[in-house]
């Protein structure tokens, strides 16, 4: 099992950038694909960004190309969203989860979340 815990959340102003970290607990970090989602007031979860478990691939949804970027650390069991740019639609509490292996943009393919943190960007 693996336990996670979200930071680097905030109160921001559009074209800004944050970087949220996702900090794991347990010795197989290194197994499991982090992916980031994101839930808006009065929408479903969606997923944003994905990393696999040796971080040799990513997956990056349309809206976020070019503005975030994911990476990992498995020596420091963290995995980091940069986020330029960043625009009032970008605002929801960002989840990340974990699963074995690979990235799904599916939800409920993920066993392992973490609380979220919020992210606010005005306009």
Request: proline share 3%; net charge positive.
């Amino acid at each position: 099992q693996v336990q996670l815990v979200e930071s680097g959340g905030g109160l921001v102003q559009a074209g800004d950038s944050l970087r949220l970290s996702c900090a794991a607990s347990g010795r197989t970090f290194s197994i499991y694909a982090i992916a980031w989602f994101r839930q808006a007031p009065g929408k479903e979860r969606e997923f944003v960004v994905g990393i696999s478990s040796s971080g040799a691939s990513t997956t990056y949804t349309d809206f976020v190309k070019g503005r975030f970027t994911i990476s990992r650390d498995n020596a420091k069991n963290t995995v980091y969203l940069q986020m330029n740019s960043l625009k009032p639609e970008d605002t929801a509490v960002y989840y990340c989860a974990a699963r074995p292996w690979a990235v799904s943009g599916t939800s409920s393919e993920y066993p392992f979340w973490g609380q979220g943190t919020q992210v606010t960007v005005s306009s």
